[in-house]
């Protein structure tokens, strides 16, 4: 079991950058591939990053250029730096943890945290 927790949200204007941090609970958390997923009004969560257990990291092509995905396993916290943010960045961003060690679906990450609000005003 792990415990996930978001923090960083808020309110931005576009052109801003912004950090979330997810800080996950239990001794395992090297274990774990970590996700940053958001979820717009009425849609279906999608994901923004991922980072697997060895480092490797992926961003979603809508933020490829303006996301860093990091972990620190020492604090048991992960990371999403988005930069320029944009109005369509606006969504509840959500922390997951998956036991797969190559996730590559919602379906695949057993953990969430409770997400956090971003949004990026005109």
């Known amino acids: 079991q792990v415990q996930l927790v978001e923090s960083g949200g808020g309110l931005v204007q576009t052109g801003d950058s912004l950090g979330l941090s997810c800080a996950a609970s239990g001794r395992t958390f090297s274990s774990y591939a970590m996700g940053w997923f958001r979820q717009h009004p009425g849609k279906e969560r999608e994901l923004v990053a991922r980072?697997?257990?060895?480092?490797?990291?992926y961003c979603a092509d809508s933020v490829k250029d303006r996301c860093t995905i990091s972990r620190d396993n020492a604090k048991n916290t992960v990371f999403l730096q988005m930069n320029s943010l944009k109005p369509e960045d606006t969504a509840v961003y959500f922390c997951?943890?998956?036991?797969?060690?190559?996730?590559?679906?919602?379906?695949?990450?057993?953990?969430w945290g409770q997400g956090t609000q971003v949004t990026v005003s005109s």
């Open positions: 980072i697997i257990r060895n480092g490797n990291t």
């Open positions: 997951a943890a998956s036991t797969f060690f190559f996730p590559t679906s919602v379906h695949d990450y057993q953990y």
